[in-house]
């Protein structure tokens, strides 16, 4: 199992980036996914969350209405669309594997993470 994320960078406040995290190793279809992200000094804060099918997405209350959680099955590809960006966005962003669904929106548990990709918001 492998996860691959790309697509951070540094932006200003206002900004947008579209990060992506590509799966291989398994059958990506079959499994939820989730983004994570750790700000520096902090613990992981969970973002956001897709079934397998991609037809219901979560998001924590901090990112609601700002970012956008999607999939492409048929490239093995999940995405996080990324907008009007706060410094407080600064993080480690991580996809990660839902094992298992421990409450829809607000637990899970993982079993496979990537490596990581750096968002850094700053003027």
């Known amino acids: 199992v492998q996860l691959v994320e790309s697509g951070g960078g540094m932006v200003q406040p206002g900004g947008s980036l579209r990060l992506s995290c590509t799966a291989s190793g398994f059958t990506f279809s079959s499994y939820a996914m989730s983004w994570v992200r750790q700000a520096p000094g902090k613990g992981p804060e969970w973002v956001s969350a897709?079934?397998?099918?991609?037809?219901?997405?979560y998001y924590a209350d901090s990112v609601k209405g700002r970012f956008t959680i999607s999939r492409d099955n048929a490239k093995n590809t999940l995405y996080l669309q990324i907008n009007s960006l706060k410094p407080e966005d600064t993080a480690l962003y991580y996809c990660?594997?839902?094992?298992?669904?421990?409450?829809?929106?607000?637990?899970?548990?993982?079993?496979?993470w990537g490596q990581g990709t750096q968002v850094t918001v700053s003027s």
């Open positions: 990660a594997r839902v094992s298992r669904t421990v409450l829809a929106g607000r637990i899970y548990e993982y079993d496979y």
């Open positions: 897709i079934n397998s099918g991609g037809g219901s997405t």
